[in-house]
């Protein structure tokens, strides 16, 4: 386990730095002059130039990169031009609220896909099976825009149940914030537990057919035992695989959501700074997106081996 955590952070590092690299670079191509943008409504040639030489806007990007790189791995991402505010606080500051949501949506998302593919599977052909599809079918067809509104609709004008909008933090009244966030929370996890659905009765229909299985049947082993302890584990591979990359997805941030529910979180944060060509945000929002995606892979490889460990040679 050890020789194998220590080759995928070995991969880690460098994948990093490219990553690096492409973030920096692709920032030089966005339209406009960052010294002007900070400029604001003053156009002195000479306070330019003084911005220019500040952030090192007058050395090559070479240059440029390498004294950027060495801020962020020390933890400074610099200042954003809107907020005046440091980088590193503002996605301290909104980081949380997305992780909460994501989350939760991720944890909706497996306390409903993975049980309604387990029964499709083992009940392939029945009422079951037909209406598990239809779910899958429902929730990967459903806008998640409409069924935001229509939540609203029902639990918090109709029913005044939930608050419409806006974010508590946990640390403040942690039933204030899962009740402002359970119906965003649903609304991202309702098409990920479609998808989920799909995958899971994919694998176990597959495993279902396996020698192991027959062999464990035949051994006189319930059925329970024989789905539970002997498909499921074989079957969730491809499951863990995909759970990580969606909640990368979600941890990436769920803009229209985000937007629908007043959520001020992560999605909301890049938008708004690309819109306001808020550069220093952009390339640090970014970079930790990236990271987060890396080490959630990181994470389902380890989650392989603890489910399976014939993976560990």
């Known amino acids: 386990m050890l020789n194998f955590l220590a080759r995928r952070i070995a991969q880690i590092v460098p994948t990093l730095f490219f990553v690096s690299v492409l973030i920096f670079s692709l920032q030089q191509l966005l339209p406009g002059d960052p010294a002007l943008v900070m400029a604001g409504e003053e156009r002195d040639p000479a306070v330019i130039e003084q911005i220019r030489r500040q952030h090192r806007l007058d050395q090559p990007i070479p240059v440029q990169y390498v004294y950027w790189l060495k801020g962020v791995l020390s933890g400074d991402f610099g200042e954003s031009l809107r907020n005046k505010m440091p980088v590193r606080e503002l996605i301290a500051q909104k980081l949380p609220v997305t992780l909460q949501l994501g989350s939760m949506a991720i944890l909706i998302a497996f ?178 997106t990236a990271t987060v995606y890396i080490t959630l892979n990181l994470v389902a490889d380890v989650a392989y081996i603890l489910v399976n460990p014939r993976l560990r040679g």
């Open 111 to 288: 306390f409903i896909g993975i049980p309604a593919g387990i029964v499709s599977a083992v009940k392939k052909g029945t009422a079951w099976d037909y209406g598990a599809n239809l779910f899958a079918l429902w929730g990967i067809s459903t806008p998640n825009f409409w069924l935001g509104i229509l939540l609203i609709f029902l639990f918090s004008i109709k029913l005044g149940w939930l608050p419409a909008s806006g974010y508590v933090p946990l640390t403040e009244d942690w039933r204030a914030s899962l009740a402002a966030t359970i119906m965003p929370a649903f609304v991202l996890g309702n098409a990920i537990s479609a998808i989920l659905m799909r995958h899971t009765r994919s694998a176990m229909l597959q495993v279902l057919e396996s020698d192991y299985v027959r062999t464990a049947r035949a051994k006189g082993l319930s059925e329970r035992v024989v789905i539970l302890k002997h498909a499921m584990r074989n079957a969730l591979t491809p499951i863990i695989t995909l759970g990580a990359l969606e909640l990368g997805t979600l941890l990436s941030g769920a803009v229209l959501t985000e937007q629908i529910f007043s959520i001020p979180g992560f999605g909301k944060l890049i938008v708004d700074a690309v819109f306001n060509r808020d550069y220093a945000v952009v390339q640090g929002v970014v970079l930790v």
